[in-house]
């Protein structure tokens, strides 16, 4: 009895399984969206147009014939958009059903798109005009006028016009009667135009560089940055700065603001971007320097001195003036060259001893391009005691971070 009591339950145990299991799931069926994206002026089809239904995301693109197809979406409300450079997005609400294939076309506006052969003009310490053009990516006519307001000391020719297919020259022209050669000036006008409002950034005695403007100066026949250089990521100290396609830098003690008031601290191989050395009376290594300047070769730097009377009295002629960088007492210092030498001190890196910051406020420490022998290289140093500009070589400078100044090839 017992036993068959035991076989009528796991009967029923395995037809309720065998029913439970057989039940019919609910299947929910996707929905698709295609449709067409034309040029609204033209009606004619554009093709590699973007597709994005938002919010999932799902991206296609237009073929030759303009048309596009989404498939497999979970019905629901969504937005659709249609973009294609030089023409106005296109967007619209869509409700996606079960099975279906919702059709959905775009007439995209067709815009102007301007575009400058620069952005930035640098006239230098003597310049007075230089040129830009402005021709017109998009396919309808592009209107544009400059806005001066901003600089009396700034004007433009022509002052408006219009291009479609062609490209416009426009001279830009600075009146130096009111400007200082010893001051950096900057200056902005701006282009209107349908497309927006774009930005033309103008340098005077200076030249801009990675968003950062540095004064300039010509002292005899050359021309030099008249700051150090402060460009690229900082890196911790304890690091060695290598070649990975980004210029890194230190700054002193660690420092944000003395890489601000100082400029960065580079070893050897970063500032020359892992360059052989340069030897020549004129160096042609650009490093970390702008396009169309260079690092100094030890040469350089001796032009620069005998021009200044040499190396016991050159120092003080190219010492920035007072306390405020440089400690007391600043010896002889005239800066009456206009390189405005700043004491960034340097982080010391001899092999097998510990990492030293060593002489901020003491001591300017510049590393020329050239090499004396292996892990010799030249390198000028200044300090806050003496009125002499020094030239000398030492074992492990490679490694050490210095200061940077870069010269107008």
Known sequence: ?????????????????FQYSCKTEEILLHGNIEGLVSDAETSEPIDSATIILNPSNDTAFTQN???????NITPGEYEIQASKFAYITGSKNVKIIEAKTEKTNFFLNPIAVPVYSDTVLNFGLDLTTLWFTISNAGTVKLAYT???SQEDWISIYPASGDVVDETDSISVTIDRTDLTDSILYKGTFRVISDYGTDTIYVIVNGVLY??????????GTQTWM?????VGVKIDYHLNQ???DTIEK??????DNNCIDFGGLYQWNEMMQYNPSDNGTTGTTQGICPPGWHIPTSQEWITLIEYLGGTAIAGGKLKETGFEHWKSPNLSATNESGFTALPGGNLAHHEGQPLLFAHLHERGLW?????????NIYYIYINYDSPGAFLTYENDIKNFGNSVRCIKD
């Open 146 to 148: 400059f806005n001066t």
């Open 65 to 71: 014939d303009g048309t596009y197809i989404l498939k």
């Open 242 to 244: 290598t070649d990975n």
């Open 226 to 230: 008249a700051e150090n250089l402060n």
């Open 250 to 255: 230190y700054c002193y003690a660690n420092d």
């Open 210 to 219: 990675e968003g950062q403007s540095y004064k300039i100066v010509k002292i």
């Open 367 to 375: 590393v020329c391009s050239t090499e004396f022998s292996n892990n």
């Open 1 to 17: 009895m017992k036993t068959r009591n035991l076989i009528r339950i796991s009967v029923l145990i395995v037809i309720s399984i």
